[in-house]
């Protein structure tokens, strides 16, 4: 069973930047597809950015692309999400999220573990 626990959150006005990190618990993790998806008050869970697992590809919602970016950690259990120009609409809880499919996870439903979330507050 793979745990995954995130770091990083917090509150920023926007414009600014916060990092996320993600730590996976077990070494067979760093053959999994990992990515951050996050869920607003009211709203659905929506993916937010992908990679796989040697960390060589990325994928990106059009709303954070060009603002987020996700990476792997040298060790490939680690997953970071480095994410700048923050508005309001970003504030949500991000979740980590680890995926047994090969390639880039798009889809909610094809992640198989989750973190506990971590809140990302951008105020205006």
């Known amino acids: 069973q793979v745990q995954l626990v995130e770091s990083g959150g917090g509150l920023v006005q926007a414009g600014g930047s916060l990092r996320l990190s993600c730590a996976a618990s077990?070494?067979?993790?760093?053959?999994?597809?990992m990515g951050w998806l996050r869920q607003a008050p009211g709203k659905e869970r929506e993916f937010v950015a992908a990679?796989?697992?040697?960390?060589?590809?990325?994928y990106y919602a059009d709303s954070v692309k060009g603002r987020f970016t996700i990476s792997r950690g040298h060790a490939k259990n680690t997953v970071t999400l480095q994410m700048n120009s923050l508005k309001p609409e970003d504030t949500a809880v991000y979740y980590c999220?680890?995926?047994?499919?090969?390639?880039?996870?798009?889809?909610?439903?094809?992640?198989?573990?989750w973190g506990q979330g971590t809140q990302v507050t951008v105020s205006s």
């Open positions: 999220a680890a995926s047994s499919a090969a390639g880039l996870v798009t889809t909610t439903l094809l992640y198989d573990y």
């Open positions: 077990e070494r067979t993790s760093s053959l999994l597809a």
């Open positions: 990679i796989n697992w040697s960390g060589s590809r990325t």
